[in-house]
């Protein structure tokens, strides 16, 4: 099944009312393809960011170039989503901007004066800029997340307990992602493509590129008997348990809660015990700290704790 960027399946937007624009069944692969994050349909030729040619379907206003939502049949609030990454295919072109926006971040760091925009050539697993700086690319989606169940429409920016735009550079293709259902059929979006990312995303942009991704769909009870809260991955980096909050130090609270949870779960221990493996095992990340709250995620690697 395929689910292209159109008129009837682009929103920028999360918003629990949005009709599906595809119904799959548990255990559905989809190959969906997604815009870059702001809607561009073409490389920025270096004039204004602003006035760069975008989709048909933008409004003003709108948040990040969401594909879906796709409906997942049967799933219903209180279990758990699963979406595995098969594959993530970059475009042949990306943006990254920096000093657009006047954050305390931008501030502190000196580069409003001198904003910059650079613009990328994808091909061949590498990414060139016009100056010549080249990055490996490692393609992830930056936004996968299921609606608030609140009314309305709801922001792109912040990422919440359920997803959305979580901005983790380990959500390669070969992870699987799981969240929180909120609403009947799960209703999930994807977007936000980024051929490659530093932990921080800290200009605000990672490499902004459309992507085509290859995504499976499935819906369990639980994860490993856990009541789920916050998105949980397992990645080929090992398992990822993301917290999200106005301040790093209660996200980082939610993320390590999240993983001893799993540490619990895996290996038969209690928390205390997993708390004190942890800080030999565990790897704490920031994930991003430019959507209007942060992000840190705790990583288990494979095979750091062998039994």
């Known amino acids: 099944m395929r689910l292209d960027p159109t008129p009837d399946t682009l ?9 599906s624009a595809l119904t799959v069944d548990p255990g559905a692969t989809v190959t969906v393809g997604c815009l870059d994050s702001g809607w561009s349909t073409g490389p920025f030729d270096g004039g ?21 939502p796709i409906a997942v049949r049967g799933a219903r609030p209180g279990q758990v989503l699963a979406v595995r990454v098969d594959d993530v ?10 000093g657009l926006r006047d954050t305390a ?11 910059v925009v650079l613009r990328w050539t994808i091909a061949d697993g590498v990414a060139t ?7 490996a690319v490692r393609p992830f989606l930056g936004v996968m997340g299921v609606p608030p169940a609140e009314p309305g429409r709801h922001s792109t ?7 959305g735009n979580l901005d983790c550079r380990e959500l390669v293709a070969g992870s699987t992602l799981y969240l929180p259902v909120t609403v009947p059929d799960a209703l999930v979006s994807v977007g936000d493509g980024h051929a490659a990312q530093g932990d921080g995303e800290v200009s605000g942009t990672a490499i902004e590129c459309p992507v085509e991704a290859t995504l499976t ?3 369990l009870d639980d994860l490993h008997g856990l009541d789920l809260r916050t998105p949980v991955a397992h990645t080929p980096a090992g398992w990822v348990a993301m917290g999200v909050a106005d301040d790093l130090d ?17 290996h038969g221990i209690g928390r205390s015990e997993a708390l004190a493996l942890a800080s030999m095992v565990v790897d704490l990340r920031v994930t991003q700290v430019v959507n209007e709250v942060v992000g840190v995620h705790a990583l288990l690697p494979v095979g750091r704790l062998l039994a």
Do not use: I, K
């Open 129 to 135: 800029e016009q100056h010549g700086h080249r990055v």
């Open 89 to 98: 295919v970059p475009g042949a072109f990306g943006t990254t901007y920096c």
């Open 11 to 19: 929103h920028g937007w999360f918003d629990a009312s949005l009709p």
């Open 105 to 115: 971040l931008n501030r502190r760091l000196g580069v409003l004066a001198d904003p």
């Open 217 to 219: 769909v499935d819906v």
């Open 157 to 163: 920016v912040p990422p919440r307990w359920h997803g």
């Open 48 to 68: 204004d960011l602003a006035a760069r040619e975008r989709h048909p379907a933008w409004e003003p206003g709108t948040g990040h170039a969401l594909t879906g």
């Open 250 to 266: 209660t996200a980082t609270g939610h993320a390590l809660d999240a993983v001893l949870d799993l540490m619990g779960a895996l």
